[in-house]
Antibody
Framework: EVHLVESGGGLVQPGGSLRLSCAAS????????MDWVRQAPGKGLEWVGR??????????EYAASVKGRFTISRDDSKNSVDLQMDSLKTEDTAVYYC????????????????????WGQGTTVTVSS | DIQMTQSPSSLSASVGDRVTITCRAS??????LNWYQQKPGKAPNLLIY???SLQSGVPSRFSGSGSGTDFTLTITSLQPEDFAAYYC?????????FGQGTKVELK
C-alpha cells in the first residue's frame, strides 16, 4: 500500500526557517512528480510547488508566494522529499501536505492526465512571535 | 496564472439529493481538470481526473463533465459520508491552482 508521511512541522518565529520532510512507502518517488500543497486555517488549498521525476531531471517549480524562500529537494536513497522554508512569514501558517502527482490514464487510453492521487496526513506550521 | 472559480461556496442538501458544483477556469484548460473531496481534519482525496474520469475506488455516484472553461461535479443520491468540502484544480500548466472550495452541508 502506498503512503506518505510528513514530519517537521512546529512553531517558528517570523523570519525563521523550518524543514519539512515527506517519507514515501509503497512506491518509488523517483518515478513520480511530488508536490507540496498547503492549507491556511479555515481556508482553501494552495499549491506550493513541485519537483518533477527523474526522467525530467527533478526540476522544481514554485508558487509566486514562496519562490525564493522555499526549496524542494529529494533524497532518493531515503525515498523522501523535503521542503526547506526560509524567511518565514505569518501568512505561511498552514497545514502542509505532500502529494504524489501521478500520470493517470483512463481505461484503454493512450494519453494521461496528472492528478494528486496520494496525500500525506499533513504537518502543521505556525509562524508567530 | 489560471484562476479557478467555484460556485456555490456552500450548499445545504439532504441525503438522497442530487448535487451539482460548478468550476470555471479563467482560460481554456481543455480537460485538464481534477476534483477533490476533503473531510474536516483530513487530506484531500482525488475523485475525478481529466474532467470526467473516475479515480479508482471512488463510488459511481460521483461524475464530472465539461471541457474548455466550464466544468461540473455531480453527486447523484448524496450519502451521509459525502458531506465535505470539494475543490477543483487544473493540471494544464503551473502554477497548479485550486478553486476556493464548495462546502456541502446537511440541510
Amino acid at each position: 500500500e502506498v503512503h506518505l508521511v510528513e514530519s517537521g512541522g512546529g512553531l517558528v518565529q517570523p523570519g525563521g526557517s523550518l524543514r519539512l520532510s515527506c517519507a514515501a512507502s509503497g512506491f518509488t518517488i523517483s518515478d513520480h512528480y511530488m508536490d507540496w500543497v498547503r492549507q491556511a486555517p479555515g481556508k482553501g488549498l494552495e499549491w506550493v510547488g513541485r519537483t518533477r521525476d527523474k526522467a525530467n531531471s527533478y526540476t522544481t517549480e514554485y508558487a509566486a508566494s514562496v519562490k525564493g524562500r522555499f526549496t524542494i529537494s529529494r533524497d532518493d536513497s531515503k525515498n523522501s522529499v523535503d521542503l526547506q522554508m526560509d524567511s518565514l512569514k505569518t501568512e505561511d501558517t498552514a497545514v502542509y501536505y505532500c502529494a504524489r502527482e501521478a500520470r493517470i490514464a483512463p481505461a484503454s487510453a493512450s494519453y494521461y492526465y496528472f492528478g494528486m492521487d496520494v496525500w500525506g496526513q499533513g504537518t502543521t506550521v505556525t509562524v508567530s512571535s | 496564472d489560471i484562476q479557478m472559480t467555484q460556485s456555490p461556496s456552500s450548499l445545504s442538501a439532504s441525503v438522497g439529493d442530487r448535487v451539482t458544483i460548478t468550476c470555471r477556469a479563467s482560460q481554456s484548460i481543455s480537460r485538464y481538470l481534477n476534483w477533490y473531496q476533503q473531510k474536516p481534519g483530513k487530506a484531500p482525496n482525488l475523485l475525478i481526473y481529466g474532467a470526467s474520469s473516475l479515480q479508482s475506488g471512488v463510488p459511481s455516484r460521483f461524475s464530472g463533465s465539461g471541457s474548455g472553461t466550464d466544468f461540473t461535479l455531480t453527486i447523484t443520491s448524496l450519502q451521509p459520508e459525502d458531506f465535505a468540502a470539494y475543490y477543483c484544480q487544473h493540471s494544464y500548466n503551473t502554477p497548479r491552482t485550486f478553486g476556493q472550495g464548495t462546502k456541502v452541508e446537511l440541510k
